[in-house]
């Protein structure tokens, strides 16, 4: 089984990046990402990946030094999906190649994943149904291609003479989006909870040392309403299974999302928020919790300061038009709370006028009515589609905006 690999690229080179993390985390391989930015966390990683557009040799040395299994690759460009199998599949022959005894047994099996992620545009629908999960059409359309795509993957299951845990776990977690997308249609969940969670304790039989699917069972769990309540203790088998490492920040994360969403206890909430941070402290959906919680006990000119430090962390992408969707909601919303503290609380107009043009700029059209090119928007839905996809960003943006003026 291969636990954890680690992803180093520079912040404006994150297209491979994601396209690489979200490829092994369908697969239950845990991701440490590392930008020029990031604290840097020390780990076991099974290879440690550069993408290696913009670093440049000495930078690239430094982490040849660092770490073991060290493989670097290419940018691909933007010219789409037509040629992201090959990218994969050569990534996966690199890893064999500088670990075999790691990714030798392992790479039949998530050459299976690759072909299923990549030919069902997996990316591509992952980001529709997550986050523009309030356009009905969308979410529909994103749940046809997870259904066909877990009919495929279960085909090759099916007539594959092996049975890897990343291959069951990459169907788990295809049925995971179908239920989810299920949840924001408010129809019957496709599958039923309780065979989900069964099936993911048979992985379990095989690797009891497998956390990513404690994670992946809490998810399945948090929404139904039958089985919410059994959330918390696979969460907690999820975090208490992972050593103190970069990559347990987003199980805590969720964790301390649980506590604050579906239980109501923002205190034990914000322990876990604390423990993100501590571990990747530039985790801006964190970073805002506390914004949030600053301004409930008052405490204002703290609350701007994390306002400000979600814009120091977004801000390069920003002015570079590299934003992905959540990222422009949260920098749009770390603009929004500065105006609203600034104009109801520290009265302080010079203040309010600059962080409302700045709220206003950061999703903007060019004068023929275009949106400003955003080169990772081109990496995830296609250039092609990239307009379309702004424009809805934007209309959510302004939703934002309509909601918290009223």
């Known amino acids: 089984m291969v636990e954890a690999v680690k992803i180093i690229h520079d912040e404006l080179e994150g297209g ?3 396209f690489l993390a979200d490829y092994f985390r369908l697969a239950g391989i845990y991701v440490s990402e590392c930008t020029l930015k990031s604290n840097e966390k020390k780990g076991e990683f099974a290879a440690v990946i550069i993408i290696d557009a913009r670093l440049n040799e000495e930078q690239k040395e430094k982490f040849r030094q660092q770490y073991q299994n060290v493989v670097e690759i290419a940018a691909w460009g933007t010219e789409g999906n037509d ?3 090959e990218y994969l599949e050569n990534v996966l022959d690199r890893l064999e190649n500088i670990n075999p005894e790691v990714w030798k047994e392992e790479k039949e099996a998530l050459n299976e ?13 992952r980001h529709i149904y997550s986050y523009f999960y309030e356009k009905t059409e969308l979410v529909q359309e994103a749940q046809d291609k997870f259904v066909d795509a877990y009919l495929a993957l279960s085909d090759k299951i099916d007539k594959s003479q092996q049975s890897s845990v990343h291959l069951i776990y990459a169907k788990m977690m295809i049925a995971r989006f179908i239920n989810e997308t299920c949840y924001f249609l408010k129809q019957r969940f496709l599958f039923h909870t309780g ?9 379990l039989k095989e690797e009891p040392l497998f956390s990513n699917v404690y994670l992946l069972k809490a998810m399945f769990a948090e929404i139904d309403d039958y089985f919410k309540d059994q959330s918390a203790a696979y969460y907690k088998l999820a975090t208490e299974n992972l ?3 970069y990559y347990a920040y987003y199980p805590l994360y969720r964790f301390g999302r ?3 969403k579906v239980l109501g206890d923002d205190e034990t909430a914000r322990s876990y928020y604390e423990k993100v941070l501590d571990l990747n402290e530039r985790e801006y959906r964190v970073v805002y919790k506390f914004i949030l919680s600053a301004k409930r006990e008052g405490k204002y000119q703290e609350a701007i300061e994390y306002c400000k430090k ?10 570079n038009n590299y934003l992905q969707p959540r990222e422009y909601e949260y920098l749009f919303k770390a603009y929004l709370e500065m105006t609203k503290i600034y104009r109801n609380h520290l009265t302080n107009g010079q203040e309010l006028n600059e962080a409302t043009k700045k709220r206003d700029s950061v999703c903007l059209k060019e004068e023929n009515g275009q949106f400003v090119e955003n080169r990772m928007y ?3 839905f296609g250039s092609g589609e990239e307009q379309k996809f702004l424009e809805l960003t934007a209309e959510r943006l302004n939703t934002t905006v309509a909601v918290c003026e009223q």
């Open 16 to 18: 491979e990046y994601r």
């Open 83 to 85: 040629n992201r199998l």
């Open 113 to 125: 994943v690759a072909e299923i992620y990549v030919n069902h545009k997996l990316l591509y629908y």
């Open 195 to 203: 065979k989900c969670l069964k099936a993911l304790d048979d992985i």
């Open 243 to 245: 050593p103190e490492l």
């Open 258 to 260: 649980y506590y604050e």
């Open 310 to 319: 979600i814009c120091n962390i977004l801000n390069t992408k920003k002015d």
């Open 378 to 380: 081109q990496q995830i």
